[in-house]
């Protein structure tokens, strides 16, 4: 296959083979109307594209995710881009690892492949530009110098402009399945792990510590999408105008330990969540990263408040 302009494959490791970016997350919920004004709040450009809404960040043409409308809060697909090289030999690997290839959703278009995982969540592998990072995001830890202000008044603040999407957590009902088979079908590799309670996973090409996560749960879903910003001012902001908007539950401000990352989560209208994040760890893709298993206790979040009964409930998977 020729190459596509942009989306040649840089040099790797020989033999390694994998996706190099979470392209978008697909959700169904019963009322676009209601994503809209969500997702507009919490900074996003909301595109309406025929019956679906188009997730995207200012200045930027990528569609980071996508909304449809279905009975109930589903998650409908997740998309992982690829290389052109890359993509007839990730398709003949997946065919050969047992996998059944089948056909696209209506309404859905591909240059690539799609297929269901494990358990039954459908995925798509196409052809894309790289749009996990290829090297750390800046964050900004500027201070104004003597004799100067260094916040606006309320009046004046700047909205929050989210940068990216930085990754997405899904609920599975077996955590150490999962890591085997996204591991053995798209390429990712384990970064960390809680037990067999959680798990963080990146690509082979360079990204984020994760752009991939897993959480126990009794059955497939949606837990958050999480959302680059460019400083921790930039996270409180955006915790409050979204407070402000009615949107006032959630969890943060604070700091995880996997992944580094500083952290609100503003829970959206069906249960799930997204988050503001900063400053996660990046892994290099000359890098092998030292994945362990840590401990739940250590490892969930170094500081903030108390975690909110609710943010752990699957409400896709029957949970209460």
């Known amino acids: 296959m020729t190459a596509i302009r942009g989306y040649v494959a840089p ?10 970016s979470l392209d978008q ?28 809404l188009a997730i995207k960040t200012f200045g930027d043409e990528h569609r980071w995710g996508s909304v449809v409308e279905g009975k109930t809060k589903a998650l409908h697909h997740l998309s992982f881009g690829c290389y052109a090289d890359d993509l007839p030999r990730l398709k003949a690997h997946i065919e050969g690892s047992g996998v059944k290839l089948i056909d696209p959703p209506p309404g859905f278009e591909s240059n690539g492949f799609w297929f269901r995982n ?25 201070s104004a110098p003597a004799g100067t202000a260094g916040a606006a008044i309320r009046a004046n603040w700047p909205p929050v402009r989210p940068r990216r999407l930085s990754h997405v957590l899904t609920f599975t009902a077996d955590v150490d399945a999962s890591i085997k088979f996204y591991e053995r079908t798209l390429g990712l590799r384990l970064s960390d792990r809680a037990s067999d309670l959680v798990a963080f996973m990146h690509g ?9 996560a897993l959480v126990k749960s009794n059955a497939p879903g949606f837990h958050h999408c999480s959302w680059d910003v460019a400083s921790v001012n930039d996270i409180g902001l955006g915790a409050t105008r979204m407070h402000d908007k009615g949107w006032t539950k959630g969890w943060g401000l604070g700091r995880h330990v996997l992944g580094s990352n500083y952290f609100h989560y503003v829970r959206d209208p069906w249960g799930s969540f997204a988050e503001y994040s900063c400053d996660i760890d990046y892994i290099p893709k000359e890098q092998l990263w030292p994945s362990a298993d840590h401990k739940p206790e250590d490892s969930f979040y170094l500081w903030g408040p108390d975690v909110p009964p609710e943010f752990t409930i699957n409400y896709e998977g029957g949970e209460t």
């Open 11 to 20: 040099t790797t490791e020989t033999g390694a083979l994998g996706v190099h």
């Open 25 to 52: 997350f697909v959700l169904a919920v019963p009322d676009a109307n209601i994503a809209q004004e969500f997702y507009g709040n919490f900074g996003l450009d909301i595109v309406r594209d025929g019956n679906t």
């Open 118 to 142: 494990h358990e039954n969540v459908l995925i798509e592998v196409k052809v894309g530009p790289k749009v996990s990072p290829s090297q750390k995001a800046e964050s900004q830890r500027t």
């Open 204 to 212: 082979i090409h360079g990204s984020d510590h994760h752009l991939l």
